[in-house]
């Protein structure tokens, strides 16, 4: 394996934790679904088939979930191959195995 790829590799590798701090990312964390989503990415990388298979969700409901998780940067799109059909699989993984919470609430 070349230098190139191993840092490629490297790089779509989750980080062993990361802190939030932003509320609004918090609720997307604990929301049912989204949460689901999230734990399963954090075990491995997963297409949107995948993801149906293991939660029985329909897949426009899990895209729109992997929109809001990936708006708040909580996973990723780590690779992207051409299935047999010629179709691209985006295969989505959670940016870290372990999600830490920093919050302060203000009435201000």
Partial sequence: MSQKDKRKEEKHQPREEITLSDPCTVAIIFHEKKGLILRLLIEKE???IELKH?????????????????????????KEKLSEYSIVMKYYRAVAKKFNFDITWSGK
């Fill in 46 to 48: 997963m297409t949107i």
């Fill in 54 to 78: 293991a939660t029985g969700m329909n897949p426009g409901t899990i895209k729109r979930h992997l929109d809001d998780l990936l708006k708040c940067d909580l996973i990723r799109i780590s």
